[in-house]
Nanobody, 124 residues
Framework: QVQLVESGGGLVQAGGSLRLSCAASGRAFSIQAMGWFRQAPGKEREFVAAITSSGISTYYADSVKGRFTISRDNAKNTLYLQMNSLKPEDTAVYYC?????????????????WGQGTQVTVSS
């Protein structure tokens, strides 16, 4: 079982940047794929970005491609999401999550451990 804690959210104007961090506990972090998801009020939780255990491969939702960058530092047990050129529609609670063993996709149901989330608000 892994525990995840997000940080770095806040209020920013459109066009600005934020960097989210997710601190993970447990020795299994380096062998787990990780992902970022977000949920706005009244909407379903949606996929944002994911990264393989080694960090070699990354995946992004079309809505954030070219603006967001996911990365990880396995030595520090930390996952990151660099968010640039933020838009009001990026406003949501952002969650990090670790993928379950034997899963090969990046849907919410493929992830087992979730953080509590961090609020990102982008003003127009």
């Amino acid at each position: 079982q892994v525990q995840l804690v997000e940080s770095g959210g806040g209020l920013v104007q459109a066009g600005g940047s934020l960097r989210l961090s997710c601190a993970a506990s447990g020795r299994a972090f380096s062998i787990q794929a990780m992902g970022w998801f977000r949920q706005a009020p009244g909407k379903e939780r949606e996929f944002v970005a994911a990264i393989t255990s080694s960090g070699i491969s990354t995946y992004y939702a079309d809505s954030v491609k070219g603006r967001f960058t996911i990365s990880r530092d396995n030595a520090k047990n930390t996952l990151y999401l660099q968010m640039n050129s933020l838009k009001p529609e990026d406003t949501a609670v952002y969650y990090c999550a670790s993928r379950l063993a034997s899963r090969s996709s990046y849907r919410p149901s493929d992830f087992g451990s979730w953080g509590q989330g961090t609020q990102v608000t982008v003003s127009s």
